[in-house]
T-cell receptor
């Protein structure tokens, strides 16, 4: 079965700086999708970014981008120009089924 | 536009009591439906998913069951709650399997005492 590991329970970043959240996964499949979801204090889960495994190009969404290393089974999220509203729990997910334990991101003003 | 409704928002139940959480989706047809549980300080665990009416797949054998009596209705149930059933329950839907993003409900905080 697929597993998703987020090794950083907590991270902090200074406002306007860049932070990278790590995610690794285990699978024997070659075609799959990876996601980063954000859960702010309201607890409403929101999609941040999606990556298709067969695409070599890293996905980007405004200030959010990923570093997808398929061979290494690594899928990190980079947040540039961090804003106070980025403070949240971030979850890495494999397809719709497997979620990591999450990383709590704190943004310091 | 599509919306998802999940209720109640908060629930406190005694051990041994039954449970029924309901989730409905509007504005789409034949969605994939999911129930997740988030234990305190932990990630999401997929409990059940459904690709159609009456079709339920269970990911984790446990004290809970799910049903899909209508296309856009998904119900999570238990006959007798355990203390370990406490957690934050999230319903979600997607347009298709795997490659589609999930749209989440607002969640139900269940406390079993």
């Amino acid at each position: 079965a697929q597993t998703v590991t987020q090794s950083q329970p907590e991270m902090s970043v200074q406002e306007a700086e860049t932070v990278t959240l790590s995610c690794t996964y285990d699978t024997s499949e070659s075609d799959y999708y990876l996601f980063w979801y954000k859960q702010p204090p309201s607890r409403q889960m929101i999609l941040v970014i999606r990556q298709e495994a067969y695409k070599q190009q890293n996905a980007t969404e405004n200030r959010f981008s990923v570093n997808f290393q398929k061979a290494a089974k690594s899928f990190s999220l980079k947040i540039s120009d961090s804003q106070l509203g980025d403070a949240a729990m971030y979850f890495c997910a494999y397809d719709d089924m497997r979620f990591g334990a999450g990383t709590r991101l704190t943004v310091k003003p | 536009s599509q919306t998802i409704h999940q209720w109640p928002a908060t629930l406190v139940q005694p051990v041994g009591s039954p449970l029924s959480l309901e989730c409905t989706v509007e504005g789409t047809s034949n969605p994939n439906l999911y129930w997740y549980r988030q234990a305190a300080g932990r990630g999401l665990q997929l409990l059940f998913y459904s690709v159609g009416i009456g079709q339920i797949s269970s990911e984790v054998p446990q004290n809970l069951s799910a049903s899909r009596p209508q296309d856009r209705q998904f119900i999570l149930s238990s006959k007798k709650l355990l203390l370990s059933d406490s957690g934050f329950y999230l319903c979600a839907w997607s347009l298709g399997p795997r490659n589609e993003k999930l749209f989440f409900g607002s969640g139900t905080q269940l406390s079993v005492l």
